[in-house]
């Protein structure tokens, strides 16, 4: 069963860190580029990074460029997004999705999400 | 960055009837190389993470019911319930994919009247 699983969401203080991981199973996880996607409470979809097939190009959100990164280890099928200097605007569900062909950044399969609360 | 914009902001529709979303970008998302207008649906149910329902702007994702369908070009896109059922409400989204950041709609509420 093609899946993604996230994990690693909780409640931090302001200027805090968090790192949230991404299982994939189902398949081959080092041809695929996969995203970050964020839902603040009540709100929209925000796309948040995406990191290519083989790791090779990283693209963030000007909201989060420079305080987030995204990572991948193939050999344990592995995606992560190390948060760091988190705001209360960050606070909510973070999905990771994969994309269905390279450089095509529409997503096919998604996650349950991981919920990240950013409050003192 | 592109901007997308849908509307209406939330749509009530009686079972069986059609159910109609516009979704338009602040810049043309069609690539001439190949003509293929680079814009995606998806649904979000009640917490549920987003499905991937038309790429392409009129592709169907295997296994999404033929009653959804895509349409439009260049910076006019429809996405068109065409009998309503129970199971399809949702909130609704459009996103483009023809350049990074990808970006997505503010999401369209669709309810029964």
């Known amino acids: 069963q093609v899946q993604v699983v996230e994990s690693g969401g909780g409640v931090v203080q302001p200027g805090g860190s968090l790192r949230l991981s991404c299982a994939a199973s189902?398949?081959?996880?080092?041809?695929?580029?996969i995203h970050w996607v964020r839902q603040a409470p009540g709100r929209g979809l925000e796309w948040v990074a995406v990191i290519w097939f083989d790791g090779s190009n990283k693209y963030y959100a000007d909201s989060v460029k420079g305080r987030f990164t995204i990572s991948r280890d193939s050999s344990k099928n592995t995606l992560y997004l190390q948060m760091n200097s988190l705001r209360p605007e960050d606070t909510a569900v973070y999905y990771c999705?994969?994309?269905?062909?390279?450089?095509?950044?529409?997503?096919?399969?998604w996650g349950k999400g991981t919920t990240v609360t950013v409050s003192s | 960055d592109i901007v997308m914009t849908q509307s209406p902001d939330s749509l009530a529709v009686s079972l069986g009837e059609r159910a109609t979303i516009t979704c338009k970008s602040s810049q043309s998302v069609l690539y001439n190389s190949n003509n293929k207008n680079y814009l995606a649906w998806y649904q979000q149910k009640p917490g549920q993470p987003p499905k991937l329902l038309i790429y392409w702007a009129s592709t169907r994702e295997s296994g999404v019911p033929d009653r959804f369908s895509g349409s439009g070009s260049g910076t006019d896109f429809t996405l068109t319930i065409s009998s309503l059922q129970a199971e399809d409400v949702a909130v609704y989204y459009c996103?483009?994919?023809?350049?990074?950041?990808?970006?997505f709609g503010q999401g369209t509420r669709l309810e029964i009247k």
């Open positions: 996103q483009q994919y023809y350049r990074t950041p990808p970006t």
């Open positions: 189902g398949f081959s996880f080092s041809n695929y580029g």
């Open positions: 999705a994969r994309e269905r062909n390279p450089e095509l950044y529409y997503m096919d399969v």
